[in-house]
């Protein structure tokens, strides 16, 4: 089975850090773009960033202002999201999700369940 | 950057009536990278359409997708009363890949 599995969320103070983690099986891990979408609570989707499958691609939105970084390790079927400097406005579920199929962009066909992080003094 | 705005923010129709749910674009959409998602209070968006027009796996024929350009169209053929949800639409043609608002599809 296809799945995807998120973990590393949680509640931190303003100007902390955290780092999530999404855990693949059930398919090539390495040969798909990997992407992370955040949900503020009772709002839309956010795209955050994006990583090709050897990273040689890594895209990020520009609102987040270089304090994220997207990474992989495909040899643990793994992608990672270290965020830095949170604010109030980081909070939301974070959400993994693959690119549908081996291309350099496509849609996300496969996401994960979320992990909550909320910051908060 | 291309921004998405979907139109209505809120549809409230019966089970067996027609959807039509629209996305616009503020710049033409590359090689139509357009995606349609379903929300569910709870649950993980559902990819339904990519490409603007194709069906992803295992969505039912009641769903389909139409346009190019700037103006996209998601059409719900007839409801069933499990297809009261959110809907997202998606470009993932140019960078930053962006989200429209959101329309919220509920039971009149």
């Known amino acids: 089975e296809v799945q995807l599995v998120e973990s590393g969320g949680g509640l931190v103070k303003p100007g902390g850090s955290l780092r999530l983690s999404c855990a693949a099986s059930g398919f090539t891990f390495s040969s798909y773009s990997m992407n992370w979408v955040r949900q503020a609570p009772g709002k839309g989707l956010e795209w955050v960033s994006s990583?090709?499958?050897?990273?040689?691609?890594?895209y990020y939105a520009d609102s987040l202002k270089g304090r994220f970084t997207i990474s992989r390790d495909n040899a643990k079927n793994s992608l990672y999201l270290q965020m830095n400097s949170l604010t109030a406005e980081d909070t939301a579920v974070y959400y993994c999700a693959r690119d549908r199929i081996v291309v350099l962009t496509d849609a996300f066909d496969i996401w994960g369940q979320g992990t909550m992080v909320t910051v908060s003094s | 950057e291309v921004v998405l705005t979907q139109s209505p923010g809120t549809l409230s129709l019966s089970a067996g009536e027609r959807a039509t749910l629209s996305c616009r674009a503020s710049?033409?959409?590359?090689?139509?990278?357009l995606a349609w998602y379903q929300q569910k209070p709870g649950q993980t968006p559902r990819l339904l359409i990519y490409g603007a027009s194709s069906r992803a796996t295992g969505i039912p024929d009641r769903f389909s997708g139409s346009g190019s350009g700037t103006d996209f169209t998601l059409t719900i053929s007839r409801l069933e009363p499990e297809d009261f949800a959110v809907y997202y639409c998606?470009?993932?043609?140019?960078?930053?890949?962006?989200f429209g608002q959101g329309t919220k599809l509920e039971i009149k």
């Open positions: 710049q033409s959409v590359s090689s139509s990278y």
């Open positions: 990583i090709g499958g050897s990273s040689r691609y890594i």
């Open positions: 998606q470009q993932y043609g140019a960078l930053p890949y962006a």
